[in-house]
């Protein structure tokens, strides 16, 4: 075999396959490179180069190099054709099926153990917190409800305006037929404030916020400042995560009483556009909700809020190295959050029904 | 005027600034083919920011910055891309790509910019690696290296395109003497088996005068160069009192 010219990366690219084709049909006992043309070879052609003789040593045969100048043949000494016998695959693969599955449920038992270990924590931390409030960090609390809560208005106001006007809007189409659109706002009071008004701000919640929980305390343990924290003897649950689940405790009944407001609003502007004056549709709210159902409502937002925050900052903390599992812990404090509220506006329900609220 | 075959950098009268800030004025050198040529200091003296003008990340205010006799500063779209294939820059953590593999960070540049077929993009990831001493490493996550070895496998990754002038931000700041005994071993190593110009920031004495072909050094106060040379000549005959205490630092430190 004779090689002349360049051998650089494009002319690697194209001699290769073929080469290595060329290799497998001959099967020469005796494989002799002649390299007197190459004038200049790159570590693609050194590649090239090492891969002939690879294939050589591995089928048991003999290579031999001629005519390489001087200098690339010092390069090419330093690569040893043995060590490359078996061309490495950059990652370990799982073998079958068996073994992803087994993973899967190891990984599954490790976060529900952690997720209890935390709650335990958590509450723990929370007691001490209740015992000494001065001992709280309350500027970080008033930071946090600050980006949590007053500046998640626009959006909530926004969402709740709009869900609130489509359900009245889609209710008054079927209730207009029986001529009870009074009615819609029966409909929109209740399901406001007892369902949509804190599901929707939960939502929201964990959508804005849990992220960034999620993504600040993952940030901050790949920095080490997490380690930082606990070598000055600073537990990062009583220190990071108490003020954030404090802050979302403190703003989410706040953004529900306003999500609530922005969704009556919202029904108010169909039934005024159905010809209602503003003060019978006041009226008919006054009679159709009472304060049990506000009450309900907000109690449950409450516990969406301890969900969202710990949620968050449980998949911080145990965020893995690298930037991309910042990424992921944001992604599944998010999805975690979400199912964990639904799950618990679920038992919320049996709750009030077996309690006959 | 072209550039003499033998250099394979030119920086004239380079000018950079943050906003109002002027960090460098006018500065001007030459870096030689195949050498190791060091841009030193004191901290806070511009070095990372010169080297950052001479990889083309910052924009100068205003100036040339000559790679091969054509200008990075003014090039654009494709010319750029080429003259930039032409340079490896190793970071100071090594700004390996925290969810690929040591291999895979290799490999990101082979599949990007070359036809190699699959194989041959893991052999030639696999040689790099060798040639850093990480070849058992290939199947590591950056996270589970340590600093060294993270510095490491960033100059291979550096080098798998096979640049003509390999750019080092601080190779061995905040590596252990052992450590960084072997990294300079490395460059040296490197700079003369592979003919790779090396470019290196740094501000450690002992890497100075172990790898070092020639230096420059920067001085904050004078927005530029106060000295150049090899590092014995200016150890030995500099008349400026900044770069004279600078190595009479060097010489306490080595006794």
Known sequence: MSLTGHLDAAATARLWQPLVALLERETPGMLVVDANGVDFCDGAGLGLLTELARRQQVAERQYTMEGLRPELAHLLQMFDPGDYLEVSTPRAEPCCLLED?????????????????????????????????????????????????VNALPIIALISFLVGLIMAFQAAIPMRQFGVEIYVANLIALSMLREMGPLMTAIILAGRSGSAFAAELGTMKINEELDALTTMGLAPVPFLVVTRVLAAVIVAPL??????????????????????????????????????????????????????????????????????????????????????????????????????? | ???????????????????????????????????????????????STLMKHMIGLYQPRSGQVLLDGQDLVSAAGGERQALLRRIGVMYQNGALFGSLTVLENLLLPLEEFTE????????IGAMKLQLVGLKAYARY?????????????????????????????????????ITSAEMDRL???????????????????ASIFAIADRVIMLEGEAQGIVAQGTPHELRKHSDNPYVRAFFRRATLTQD
């Open chain 2, 1 to 47: 005027m072209a550039a003499t075959p033998d250099n394979i950098i030119e920086v004239r009268s380079l000018t950079a600034a943050y906003g109002d800030r002027v960090v460098l004025k006018n500065v001007s050198f030459e870096v030689r083919r195949g050498e190791v040529f060091i841009i030193l200091g004191g901290s806070g003296c511009g070095k």
């Open chain 2, 141 to 177: 996550m950056p996270a589970a290296l340590s600093g060294g070895m993270r510095k490491r496998a960033a100059i291979a990754r550096a080098m798998v395109l096979d640049p003509q002038v390999l750019f080092l931000d601080e190779p061995t700041a905040g590596l252990d003497p």
């Open chain 1, 101 to 149: 599955t087994g993973r899967a449920a190891f990984q599954a038992w490790q976060g529900l153990m952690d997720m209890v270990r935390f709650t335990g924590e958590l509450t723990l931390a929370l007691m001490g917190a209740a015992r000494k409030p001065r001992r709280i960090r309350w500027s970080d609390v008033w930071l946090t409800t600050e980006k949590a809560g």
């Open chain 2, 116 to 123: 190699l077929p699959r194989e041959a993009r893991h052999l």
């Open chain 2, 187 to 205: 460059i040296r190593h490197l700079a003369e088996n592979l003919g790779i110009t090396c470019v290196i920031v740094t501000h450690e004495l």
């Open chain 1, 255 to 357: 953004l529900t009483l306003f999500a609530n407001l922005l969704g009556l609003a919202g029904g108010a502007v169909v039934l005024l556009t159905l010809g209602y004056p503003l003060v019978t549709y006041l009226k008919q709210v006054q009679a159709a909700v009472t304060f049990v159902d506000l009450a309900g409502g907000l109690t449950k937002t409450l516990v969406f809020a301890l969900i969202v925050a710990g949620v968050g900052c449980l998949f911080g903390l145990k965020t893995g190295p690298g930037a991309s599992a910042v990424g992921d812990a944001a992604t599944r404090a998010v999805v975690a959050g979400i199912i964990l509220i639904v799950v618990a506006d679920g038992l919320f329900a049996i709750l009030f029904y077996y309690l006959g609220l």
